[in-house]
């Protein structure tokens, strides 16, 4: 069966900080990966998806940017965090391919605080 | 892009109680997908509606997809402790895969004891 990590569960960074979020999916190949930013209240944003090894889209411009070093490994980072950074990122994914309906499957997230 | 509003925005029931969530999509909706979120964990998949009429449903959860009214609903029947949460449904583009998923804004759900 398939599962996806996310780590760390926690993080508290000052303004400025430098960022790294890992997730890694297990028992799946060629997965489409995705990097989500939830506030409090709000929906899920959209922030990168790929489709493949060094394959990154971006949705949304920002302080942030999104690499794919290996298949099933999706790193967020950032050079310097800035207070809008907090919320919530989940990382998910959905089977190779555009025509899976088979759904997209979320890691348990990272709750990012920047002070 | 398209638009999807979920209504309520936060709901309180008694336990044992029926209540319905609804889904309106400002387009046409292609593939409708329907997940669970306990608060700071990650989103659980519930299930998918691609066609219009279609119905599903998985333990006392039944989501329904309404193709002309471009809405999809979710019918919680003699709700328990363990539905709380929150609800997100989140809409395909034209393939009604999940390569790309444009999400609500989610709705609470509070089952008091």
């Known amino acids: 069966s398939q599962t996806i990590h996310q780590w760390p569960a926690t993080l508290v960074q000052p303004v400025g900080s430098p960022l790294s979020l890992e997730c890694t999916v297990e028992?799946?190949?060629?997965?489409?990966l995705y990097w989500y930013r939830q506030a409090a209240g709000r929906g899920l944003q959209l922030l990168f998806y790929s489709v493949g090894i060094g394959q990154i889209s971006s949705e949304v411009p920002q302080n942030l940017s999104a690499s794919r070093p290996q298949d099933r490994q999706f790193i967020l980072s950032s050079k310097k965090l800035l207070l809008s950074d907090s919320g919530f990122y989940l990382c998910a994914w959905s089977k190779a391919g555009g025509g899976s309906t088979f759904g997209q499957f979320f890691g348990p997230g990272t709750r990012l605080t920047v002070l | 892009s398209q638009e999807l509003e979920q209504s309520p925005q936060s709901l309180i029931v008694q336990e044992g109680k029926n209540l319905t969530i609804n889904c309106t999509s400002s387009?046409?909706?292609?593939?409708l997908y329907w997940y669970k979120q306990k608060y700071g964990e990650g989103l659980i998949f519930l299930m998918m509606l691609q066609k219009g009429g279609e119905e599903k449903s998985h333990e006392k959860i039944t989501a329904k997809l309404d193709e002309k009214k471009q809405q999809s609903s979710l019918h919680i029947t003699a709700s328990q402790p363990s539905h709380a949460g929150i609800y997100l449904c989140?809409?395909?583009?034209?393939?009604?895969?999940?390569?790309?998923?444009?999400f609500g804004s989610g709705t609470q759900l509070t089952v008091l004891p």
């Open positions: 028992g799946t190949s060629n997965p489409n």
């Open positions: 387009k046409t909706l292609y593939g």
């Open positions: 989140g809409a395909s583009d034209i393939t009604g895969s999940a390569r790309q998923l444009t």
